[in-house]
């Protein structure tokens, strides 16, 4: 299995890129191949002690950064680091791509280099986000803004895929975000999809109110962009300002401080099944090869989680499963 | 001030409904005309010894019920509390109308029996949710799943009248929720609606992203009522799911149970600023006059809150500053 690795995306690259990027080649015995300023990434591994063992080195100059507009990427950003990986992705030399940086650049490099399935008519953000009972995918998390229904009933079938064969989650439920459980409920996009996700091979549970989305009553949220971008979002919102106030209210006096001393395991099983970095980020799905995002944020742990789930997403065959999926739809 | 009383709406009509309109007398001295069926009521309070001074009573047998199709408001069940409130309201016979029941029926019942403001191309419904600052409004909150641009400027028009006239907010902030805070943003309804709030007669600070809404940066947030509705029960769904969690591990063991004990004054103040209880429910925007929809779980508390929220409806005269905002804007 070899990954390739976009070395100077996100928020924290190289150092963190590089980190996590040894620590999964030890830990689970893939290759990689980093693509980024040469003589950076030697310099940076070795001022840090970080091995290069196990990993190739391409050379690509330029980056593309998040003021960048995303479409340079194919255009005067043709050498960066990002561009350079999609092409060595498309080109058969890696198993799977990973990128800490731009969303935007990266969905439209992926498209432009590396193609959509065939018969897929765009390409999908496909986050994972904490539930109470666990977790649950979103598809789409933001890429496409406006949406057709049979888009939607298309990322149904690509996040069952990956639920099923990454996640191990047999026969994932798949639910439509509306605005209630009937099948008349939201607008004309909601009732075509409701219609086709009926049809499609999936197993397909119906529509799901947003009160019932953070219980995880299904294992594949369906989504326009604009309303899974406002999901994900919110969730990550008013998550951050209530664990804000809880731990003002810990901070505020001595009484709290104990208090805060007395429930610190408990607090911290929940932050950890909370924690978004065990998730690594989200597949892009709908590309003829396997595109993984880590969040932008990524420090070493998270970018290790990230190479370990695009292991998976190769490992796993999604993309076959999609295609069969695709014929079996029509 | 006469604030008309659908007795007969919500989880817990007609008791609650009726200690709350005491309590509201008591407590505004405003008077209150109850629409019900009069032998219940007049049981009701007798069994409770609940005060009907300051009340009259219109006898209005029928009930709608959430199982109802909404539009049975003004066919089969036009006898209803809600359709009898309605009709006084459009009389003539009071200065506000409010309503625990179908927000459904509430709508259609409205629409037709009150007519919106002349201009007004649809009503809206506008909750009021907590944030870090306190809190904002959200327009629309589910009322219009299918938007047109020129009606989401009308929200902004109509939710900035009401935060100042009601709420107390000089120039209230108005933003439009979106995937970005660019104005590039969104999507087509994004786009257009933006430019026309650019142009409204209101303070629009652009575009706010989903995760920045709890926080409170702005005072009225603007949505299509898909969006909106996904808005106002993730949140809840969110929030509960959190507490819940926060719950579980303060009731785990003992020291879990000390350190409720002595977090125990700031969490309940938190919590009392988080209760949506305290602002009742929502204002319908957009009716020739004023109607509040109370929530549909209320208990006398909220009830009582909601008559002396829609006695600030009609003393700050909102509608008033709508029509005069919609000239305005043309």
Chains 1, 2 share one sequence.
């Not at 959509?116 to 890429?143: E, N, T, V």
Request: hydrophobic share 45%; with cysteine; glycine share 12%.
């Amino acid at each position: 299995m070899k990954i390739i690795v976009d070395a100077f995306g996100g928020d924290n690259a190289p150092l963190e890129i590089l980190k996590g990027s040894a620590a999964a080649v030890a830990a689970y015995g893939c290759d990689i191949l980093l693509c980024g300023d040469e003589s950076v990434i030697r310099k940076v591994a070795a001022d840090n002690q970080i091995s290069l063992a196990g990993m190739e080195i391409v050379h690509a100059p330029d980056v593309i950064s998040m003021e960048d507009e995303p479409g340079e990427v194919v255009k005067t950003k043709k050498n960066c680091s990002m561009a350079e990986g999609l092409r060595r992705l498309a080109a058969g030399e890696g198993d799977a791509f990973v990128s800490a940086g731009s969303t935007g650049a990266l969905l439209i490099g992926s498209t432009l280099l590396v193609k959509r399935i065939k018969g897929i008519k765009r390409c999908a953000l496909a986050p994972i986000l904490p539930s109470d009972s666990g977790f649950y995918m979103l598809i789409d998390g933001g890429a496409n803004v406006e949406c057709r229904p049979e888009m939607l009933e298309q990322f149904g079938i690509m996040g069952s895929a990956y639920m099923e064969k990454v996640m191990g989650i047999k026969a994932p439920k798949v639910g439509l975000a509306n605005v209630g459980t009937e099948p008349t409920k939201g607008g004309e996009l909601q009732h075509e999809a409701f219609s086709l996700l009926s049809k499609a091979p999936v197993n397909f549970i119906g529509n799901v109110e947003a009160r019932d989305f953070p219980a995880g009553v299904c294992d594949v949220l369906v989504a326009d962009g604009f309303t899974g971008n406002v999901i994900l979002k919110l969730t990550e919102g008013v998550a951050g300002t209530l664990f804000g106030n809880i731990k003002g209210i810990l901070k505020a006096n001595l009484k709290g401080k104990l208090a805060a001393a007395m429930i610190m395991p408990g607090l911290k099983a929940f932050k950890k099944r909370m924690d978004t970095d065990e998730y690594g980020g989200a597949p892009l799905l709908g590309t003829s090869k396997p595109v993984f995002k880590a969040h932008g944020s990524s420090n070493a742990y998270a970018f290790q989680n990230a190479i370990r789930l695009a292991c998976d997403f190769a490992k796993g065959n999604v993309i076959g499963t999609i295609e069969e999926s695709l014929q079996g739809s029509k």
